[in-house]
């Protein structure tokens, strides 16, 4: 099997390439949390979450290694797969099992959030980034003190 492409969509933060990434998913939420750095190597005063909207499937994946080819051109990114197999593969199975659904296939995207030894795949419609304080990073507040 070969293996599949993705391209990089940079981060307009620096996240802490050995910290943790944290995944918060339910049925109306899912969430990516990750300590970041400042510009000049230092643990940043805040968090990112990366808020996945329409989120329809997660993956979390203890792994060394991202399976996909891509070309390192960002030091902070989320991947996008192209042409996504696993995406082909759910489309199929909704179209088998919900006949007459209106899903729009083509609005459906594959990414994933490195972490360190660690991977989230997420497929969801898209995704924004916002910037948590230590007040607003919550129980989360961890992903700065470690960074």
């Given at each position: 099997m070969a293996i599949e492409k993705a391209i990089q969509i940079p981060l307009e933060v620096w996240q802490d390439p050995q910290g943790d990434v944290i995944l918060n998913?339910?049925?109306?939420?899912?969430?990516?949390?990750?300590?970041?750095?400042?510009?000049?190597?230092?643990?940043?005063?805040?968090?990112?979450?990366?808020?996945?909207?329409?989120?329809?499937?997660?993956?979390?994946?203890?792994?060394?290694?991202?399976?996909?080819?891509?070309e390192l051109l960002h030091h902070s990114y989320i991947l996008k797969v192209i042409d996504s197999q696993l995406l082909k593969g759910m489309l199929a199975k909704h179209?088998?099992?919900?006949?007459?659904?209106?899903?729009?296939?083509?609005?459906y995207n594959h990414y994933v959030v490195a972490g360190h030894d660690v991977y989230i795949e997420v497929i969801a419609l898209d995704f924004c980034l916002v910037r948590l304080n230590r007040e607003q990073a919550g129980e989360y507040t961890r992903l700065i003190d470690e960074a």
């Open positions: 998913v339910s049925e109306n939420e899912c969430n990516v949390y990750f300590g970041c750095w400042n510009d000049d190597s230092t643990p940043a005063d805040y968090i990112a979450k990366i808020i996945f909207n329409g989120c329809w499937s997660t993956n979390y994946t203890n792994a060394e290694y991202i399976e996909y080819d891509y179209k088998r099992l919900y006949p007459t659904s209106k899903t729009k296939n083509d609005d």
